[in-house]
């Protein structure tokens, strides 16, 4: 069976997101909730979408694309309220990102040759 990478990141960004959320809930709980939300949601959209074809495909991983720039968001805005050490934040921002650059690719594929 053929790996799928970007699934494998997003678990990753998941497991990262995990420690971020403990320290986030200390703070404000509705942020961590949101968090755990948008992680799961990049997560499973991804997943669900690898099986699908056609509009339902694009659709979930617009779906993932946006919960992962939502993740990356609300990590930067944990360390702009000093919540978050710098180097877990930037570390879990970047997961993020990339996981939105991956899943962005994905739902806006290349047309024609």
Request: aromatic fraction near 4%; charged fraction near 25%; proline fraction near 4%.
């Amino acid at each position: 069976m053929k790996k799928f990478e970007a699934l494998d990141l997003a678990l990753e960004l998941v497991r990262a997101l995990g420690p971020a959320i403990e320290i986030i809930r200390r703070h404000d709980r509705n942020m961590a909730s949101q968090l755990r939300n948008a992680g799961t949601s990049a997560v499973s959209c991804l997943a669900e979408g690898s099986k699908r074809a056609g509009g339902d495909r694009l659709h979930l991983y617009r779906t993932s694309c946006g919960s992962a720039a939502e993740v990356a968001v609300q990590i930067q805005v944990a360390a702009a309220w000093g919540w978050l050490p710098e180097p877990m934040a930037a570390s879990v921002a970047d997961l993020a990102d990339r996981l939105t650059a991956i899943t962005w690719r994905l739902a806006h594929p290349r047309r024609g040759g």
